[in-house]
């Protein structure tokens, strides 16, 4: 009677083998993360609006519905928009957590000598996405279907909304809370995403810690400033 031989699992495929190494998760943590910062700095520009007031703010709602016009139908545009960032939420989110798991079993095995202190972004890089990941839950339900907007949803409406919103006192602590992890979270993040495309080096680790600072702090205070200018009253 004849042994049954098992037979070889067929090769990964190109693009199997390049999801299934570290630097290929690096590779797309790092292109999603900056699809998403592409997107915060875009969405900055489009927030700090409210200062000239709601007929202006509404008209750029107004706008974001409309782009593409005559070409794209009513809300294609958007939808477009949402759906390429989710996809870069996913991918981001998923190549973290499988990172991080393999991070955590190389590291099984206690270590011989203590590793350099890291800095605090590095150390709260997973505490602070699993926080932005629950805001963005909040944020659209809050703020794009209503269903938790502490006052009279009003479509159409987004300067009357982001007033409601920030007159309450959990939706200033919820939002300037995730402002500052998305901060630190671009502050290490940017550094490390040019590290992975091979932008960075030796002689531009200045440069690019530099820039990664001051996007940080440009785009966390662009943020932090509406929600306090509504507590001030400056928008109301």
Do not use: C
Request: aromatic share 12%; charged share 15%.
């Amino acid at each position: 009677m004849a042994l049954a031989t098992k037979t070889a699992p067929p090769p990964p495929t190109r693009s199997r083998g390049f999801w299934s190494s570290t630097i290929g998760k690096k590779t797309v943590m790092a292109v999603s993360g900056l699809i998403m910062l592409g997107y915060l700095v875009a969405h900055v520009m489009g927030n700090l609006k409210v200062f000239f007031g709601p007929e202006e703010f509404n008209a750029y709602g107004h706008w974001l519905r409309t782009m593409g016009d005559p070409v794209l139908h009513y809300s294609w545009a958007l939808w477009l928009v949402r759906i390429v960032l989710l996809a870069a939420v996913v991918a981001h989110a998923v190549s973290a957590y499988q990172l991080s798991k393999r991070d955590i079993k190389a590291r099984s095995a206690a270590y011989v000598h203590r590793r350099k202190r890291s800095s605090y972004a590095t150390r709260t890089m997973r505490w602070g996405g699993v926080i932005v990941a629950l805001f963005i839950v909040w944020h659209v339900l809050d703020l794009t279907t209503g269903t938790v907007h502490p006052g009279g949803f009003q479509e159409g409406h987004p300067y009357q909304n982001v007033v409601d919103t920030f007159s309450t006192w959990y939706g200033n602590v919820i939002y300037i809370v995730a402002m500052l992890a998305v901060g630190l979270h671009i502050r290490h993040g940017f550094w490390s995403a040019a590290q992975t495309l091979g932008v960075g080096n030796a002689t531009r680790e200045r440069l690019l810690k530099a820039l990664a600072n001051g996007l940080a702090l440009v785009l966390t205070a662009g943020f932090i400033s509406v929600p306090v200018a509504v507590m001030t009253g400056v928008v109301s």
